[in-house]
């Protein structure tokens, strides 16, 4: 009888004791997550970095304006990298950023990935490039476990974006609770939205020195996408 293939393990983030980190940051649920974790572990988180449009306004994951993202790091007391790209030289941006990164003394390179082994592989491959050790704590972790551990730390997160086939526009300005969680498992989507099914904006938590207030404005759609403008308030 054929063995099972092996699995990939989480890394060993004991290992990012003391080391200066950078964190790609989208300003969501798993990336705030990942953040978290990578400093309760001992790891100094020397700098945010997002990938923004061609015209740098906004976050090319979340669509977060980036005036949004600097109040992210505002608060959180860590300082924003951010990079300007289209989807075709994305790659090689994100490469120079994480260089960028490295200059500045960051010894790692921390993500917010769950499951998604060719995300795993390109991720593992653009941080050495950059002459960076990636770090991914969130790795084939049971959804369910991150997501109540994530509400029971005290983070606070906003639904900004859903695909029209999977949930609709009706969940957008929602904030991830509970009973949120049990409306996903109705829908048959994946909770964590690993597969795009839905995107957050994390505005308060255990490492906010203050909340933001949001102001939710226009939805529009693109691309089989609900996004949910914000503003900071």
């Known amino acids: 009888m054929a063995s099972e293939p092996k699995k990939s393990k989480p890394d060993d983030i004991s290992l990012l004791h003391g080391a200066p980190f950078v964190c790609s940051w989208s300003g969501g649920k798993d990336s ?4 978290w974790r990578a400093i309760e572990m001992g790891g100094v988180p ?8 061609e015209r740098g306004q906004r976050s090319r994951s979340h669509g977060l304006p980036v005036e949004v993202l600097q109040a992210q790091a505002g608060s959180l007391g860590i300082p924003l ?25 960051a010894q790692a390179s921390v993500f917010g990935d769950i499951d998604f082994e060719e995300n795993r592989a390109w991720e593992e491959k653009v941080s050495r490039q950059a002459e960076l050790k990636a770090y991914i704590p969130l790795w084939q972790q049971s ?9 029971e730390l005290g983070f606070k997160t906003t639904i900004i974006a859903t695909k029209d086939d999977k949930l ?8 991830l609770d509970s009973a949120l969680l049990v409306e996903f ?3 048959g989507i994946d909770l964590s939205g690993e597969a795009g099914e839905y995107h957050t904006i994390v505005t308060d938590g255990p490492l906010f020195n203050e909340p933001l207030s949001l102001l939710k404005g226009e939805i529009t759609h693109h691309a089989g996408v609900w996004f949910l403008g914000v503003q900071i308030g």
């Open 32 to 35: 705030c997550l990942a953040l």
């Open 46 to 53: 020397q700098a945010l970095l997002t990938m923004l449009d």
């Open 81 to 105: 990298i951010t990079a300007q790209a289209s989807w075709e030289d994305y790659e090689d941006a994100f490469i120079a950023a994480l260089r960028t990164a490295a200059s500045e003394g």
């Open 143 to 151: 959804r369910e476990e991150l997501l109540r551990t994530f509400l």
């Open 168 to 175: 609709g526009k009706r969940f957008l300005g929602r904030e």
């Open 185 to 187: 498992e109705q829908a």
